[in-house]
């Protein structure tokens, strides 16, 4: 599965942003997908995840209540709504996809994507 994410940028505190993550080469809905981030100095942190069908959903405490993932299997894209964003939220943000959420909880999914740039400013 090749995995492509866009839609970072840079936004003042309390802004929003959507992050959208493309998968192509393999059967988009055999997969789960995901979100992590990593800011500066950091490691890698899991955000979201969702199951193939959409049915199963996790987030990380840090960003339940603000964030939402989504997909659409016609366009084989996993989404990231961030709202009420905060500086602590500026990260580079990567897509995954795993053979279930487990895998992506855990850390032992198959795939990544390239990150794309998330800035907030106070």
């Known amino acids: 599965v090749q995995l492509q994410a866009s839609g970072g940028g840079s936004v003042q505190a309390g802004g929003s942003l959507r992050l959208s993550c493309a998968a192509s080469g393999r059967t988009f809905t055999e997969y789960a997908m995901g979100w992590f981030r990593q800011a500066p100095g950091k490691e890698r942190e899991f955000v979201a995840t969702?199951?193939?069908?959409?049915?199963?959903?996790h987030y990380a405490d840090s960003v339940k209540g603000r964030f939402t993932i989504s997909r659409d299997n016609a366009k084989n894209t996993v989404y990231l709504q961030m709202n009420s964003l905060k500086p602590e939220d500026t990260a580079v943000y990567y897509c995954?996809?795993?053979?279930?959420?487990?895998?992506?909880?855990?850390?032992?999914?198959?795939?990544w994507g390239q990150g794309t740039q998330v800035t907030v400013s106070s």
């Open positions: 995954a996809a795993g053979l279930g959420t487990s895998r992506i909880l855990t850390g032992t999914h198959d795939y």
């Open positions: 969702i199951s193939w069908g959409g049915s199963t959903i």
